[in-house]
């Protein structure tokens, strides 16, 4: 069974993120290397923030559910260290390029995924429901939440380059 509309459509909204990085592509690269806010990462190190976690759904939880085990997240300070640090690693250019693909074929995953498997509840770190809504913990739930955690750092974002282009970044 394919995943029904509603289920579908929160994929797809979960698409959204990687059309964004599109007109991000029009940044100046030092302007994406300056810190959002004083003790701030910069917009660069929130992408490769949200590369990592796609990595992570991809390699890890996607695989988990599928074999019927319970969703497995680290802990979320090192890893987002770690995530951010990744930047430096990189071009700009390079980093959006990376978390555009990530994106596509993590949708591209969710999309072929049956419905059953989308909302079967399964464990999130020995959790069985999430205390925002008390409901049992899915695969697609998880999505919700991530498309959140999206707009809450593409706002960040947005707002920084708003005022960048009042006051340019040097």
């Not at 069974?1 to 579908?8: I, K, L, Q, S």
């Not at 976690?53 to 074999?67: K, Q, S, T, Y």
């Not at 989308?118 to 008390?134: I, K, V």
């Not at 939440?145 to 707002?159: A, E, K, Y």
């Amino acid at each position: 069974m394919e995943p029904d509309r509603e289920t579908e459509r929160v994929i797809r909204s979960f698409r959204a993120y990687s059309d964004w990085l599109e007109e991000i592509r029009a940044v100046e690269p030092h302007v994406l290397k300056e810190p959002i806010a004083e003790g701030k990462w910069s917009s660069i190190e929130i992408i490769a923030h949200i590369l990592k976690w796609d990595e992570h759904l991809m390699g890890r939880v996607i695989p988990a559910v599928l074999d019927g085990e319970e969703m497995e997240f680290p802990e979320f300070g090192p890893f987002n260290e770690r995530a951010a640090s990744y930047a430096d690693t990189v071009t700009a250019g390079r980093l959006i390029a990376q978390a555009q693909d990530q994106r596509h074929q993590l949708v591209s995953r969710l999309l072929e995924l049956p419905a059953e498997v989308l909302e079967r509840p399964a464990a999130s770190n020995g959790e069985t429901h999430s205390p925002h809504s008390g409901l049992p913990y899915t695969l697609i739930s998880v999505v919700r939440d991530f498309i959140d955690h999206d707009r809450h750092h593409r706002n960040q974002i947005d707002g920084f380059l708003a005022d960048a282009q009042k006051h340019p970044v040097r």
